[in-house]
């Protein structure tokens, strides 16, 4: 009778663990369809930025096209905002994010910046600004320049990182959740993975740093993976 009923519990694990398998893999592979359609709508749309010139003298930056405007603005005050959090050990570490206030027109927008132009800006300072549909992409101020990314470049890492962790899920839809534990070299991975997207489609030509430090994490993340692997399996 026990043994019977043991039997009847593992069949139901299997039946729910391949169940499991299967709702993943359905919602891993059409996920990674549409990141990968979205990655290309989006990569258009960054192509068009990237090869924008500035806009003719006298566009209003409220209704300027596929250029990119300027226009200058006034520096209203800075900000810097400290951060702490405390690991499992009982240690802490903070970090110092910092900020300007710039007004232009008739808006006023916080923008973050280095420690260096944080320090080199003050209140009252002309700053010189470049927009890209309305999105500030380019700050200028005492001598100090902050870029910005546009919301489609946010989206298209955005979407590329998706892929890549909804590809993580079919990986181990496929080959079991023993795996799990590779997941952290696959994130490392994550890394040098979307830099070289960006370079195959077109929007971040890499140069001798970029490829360096594509070798190094890919080198990191496949250590870490093989090491995970060796600890997760028990060879006779």
Known sequence: MVRRRRGRAERRDVWLIAF???????????????CADRVEAQAEAVKVYRGASLCPDGTRWETAGDCVATTTGEILGKAQTESCTTDSNGL??????????????????????????????????EARLRLWHGEVVRLMARGRTEGYLTSDEWAS????????????????????????????????????????????????PMGVLGWSIVAVLTVVGVWLMRRAFSEAVVWP
């Open 157 to 204: 890492a955005g979407w590329l990182f998706l892929g890549w962790l909804l590809l993580a899920g079919a990986w181990l839809a496929v080959f079991g959740l023993w795996l799990f534990p590779l997941v952290g070299g696959w994130l490392v991975l994550a890394v040098p993975y979307l830099m070289v997207a960006y370079n195959m489609l077109g929007l971040n």
């Open 20 to 34: 499991l398998r299967v709702l993943i893999l359905a919602v891993a592979v059409p996920g990674v369809l549409m």
């Open 92 to 125: 802490s570490s903070c970090s110092t994010s910092y900020s300007v206030e710039v007004r232009f027109g008739e808006r006023t927008q916080s923008l973050t910046v280095d420690r260096k132009t944080y320090r080199a800006v003050n209140r009252g300072d």
